[in-house]
């Protein structure tokens, strides 16, 4: 099989290069033909390296906050050389609201400093041969699960306050938990009431009181998203999907992962990616 090339660049007079070297390292390590070409690029020659290098992909490292205008010309220089089907990732310093006019002017996707190696490595594989992937982007927010004493007590806020439906009411002996569900556009709402004290959700009362508990996003083949989880090194508490409320399939994020908020994966029957 023919090895991904790629293009490693620093455009611009960004004199530091430690982290585009410890990319390229990773993307060889991952059996990547990587080219660097060193600091202090212009636009052209990294357009021209890459037209003469044959390469599969650019990556663009910036720490100077000159990303804005040197990324887009990039593209540009590629436009002028018949090689706008190269495509272009950048990282670096970036901030978070610059992506979005990144990639609004073509950049395919922007890697912030917390992004690890592996899942950039992961991101290119799966681009330059997208028959490799099997990841899609969760369907939706589930549902929303909040934390309370007591249901009864809850609901009337939701139903006469809000207006809105309550479709059941269901208990999980085996999370020690009841469940009220209320419907709300293509999502729900969630109460959590504990059934014992050894349940998660009395726990999460005691030590927070009532409030948000987490957040489920719908996906489908939950098996294979928590395989791919583990092997980017995300910290799981359920490597393994067990059952939930309304013969769900589902597993949780550890919240470290994600701020603090405690994520759920949610598969139902007949959802398929």
Same mark, same amino acid.
């Given at each position: 099989?023919?090895?991904?090339?790629?293009?490693?660049?620093?455009?611009?007079?960004?004199?530091?290069?430690?982290?585009?070297?410890?990319?390229?390292?990773?993307?060889?390590?991952?059996?990547?033909?990587?080219?660097?070409?060193?600091?202090?690029?212009? !636009?052209?020659?990294?357009?021209?390296?890459?037209?003469?290098?044959?390469?599969?992909?650019?990556?663009?490292?910036?720490?100077?906050?000159?990303?804005?205008?040197?990324?887009?010309?990039?593209?540009?220089?590629?436009?002028?050389? %018949?090689?706008?089907?190269?495509?272009?990732?950048?990282?670096?310093?970036?901030?978070?609201?610059?992506? !979005?006019?990144?990639?609004?002017?073509?950049?395919?996707?922007?890697?912030?400093?917390?992004?690890?190696?592996?899942?950039?490595?992961?991101?290119?594989?799966?681009?330059?041969? !997208?028959?490799?992937?099997?990841?899609?982007? !969760?369907?939706?927010?589930?549902?929303?699960?909040?934390?309370?004493?007591?249901?009864?007590?809850?609901?009337?806020?939701?139903?006469?306050?809000?207006?809105?439906?309550?479709?059941?009411?269901?208990?999980?002996?085996?999370?020690?938990?009841?469940?009220?569900?209320?419907?709300?556009?293509?999502?729900?709402?969630?109460?959590?009431?504990?059934?014992?004290?050894?349940?998660?959700?009395?726990?999460?009362?005691?030590?927070?009181?009532?409030?948000?508990?987490?957040?489920?996003?719908?996906?489908?083949?939950?098996?294979?998203?928590?395989?791919?989880?583990?092997?980017?090194?995300?910290?799981?508490? %359920?490597?393994?999907?067990?059952?939930?409320?309304?013969?769900?399939?589902?597993?949780?994020?550890?919240?470290?992962?994600? %701020?603090?908020?405690?994520?759920?994966?949610?598969?139902?029957?007949?959802?398929?990616?």
């Amino acid at each position: 099989m023919k090895k991904i090339r790629v293009l490693v660049a620093k455009p611009g007079l960004d004199g530091h290069d430690r982290g585009a070297l410890v990319i390229a390292q990773a993307l060889r390590d991952h059996g990547m033909e990587v080219i660097y070409t060193g600091l202090r690029q212009s !636009p052209a020659q990294i357009a021209q390296a890459a037209v003469q290098e044959d390469v599969d992909v650019i990556g663009l490292s910036s720490l100077s906050g000159a990303h804005r205008t040197l990324f887009p010309k990039v593209l540009q220089e590629l436009d002028d050389r %018949n090689a706008s089907d190269i495509p272009v990732i950048g990282g670096g310093v970036i901030p978070s609201e610059d992506i !979005p006019y990144l990639l609004d002017k073509g950049i395919k996707k922007i890697f912030t400093s917390g992004s690890s190696t592996e899942l950039l490595a992961t991101y290119i594989m799966e681009m330059i041969d !997208p028959k490799t992937s099997s990841k899609k982007p !969760p369907k939706q927010i589930s549902h929303i699960g909040i934390a309370v004493e007591n249901i009864d007590a809850a609901l009337s806020f939701y139903t006469d306050s809000l207006g809105l439906e309550l479709e059941a009411v269901e208990k999980i002996e085996s999370e020690g938990v009841k469940v009220a569900f209320i419907k709300i556009g293509e999502s729900r709402l969630e109460l959590l009431e504990p059934l014992n004290e050894k349940s998660a959700i009395r726990k999460f009362l005691d030590k927070k009181g009532e409030g948000i508990h987490h957040i489920a996003l719908e996906v489908g083949d939950i098996r294979t998203r928590l395989q791919q989880l583990k092997q980017q090194g995300i910290p799981l508490i %359920n490597e393994e999907a067990k059952t939930g409320a309304r013969n769900s399939q589902i597993a949780f994020i550890h919240p470290k992962t994600a %701020n603090g908020v405690l994520y759920e994966l949610c598969q139902h029957e007949g959802s398929d990616d």
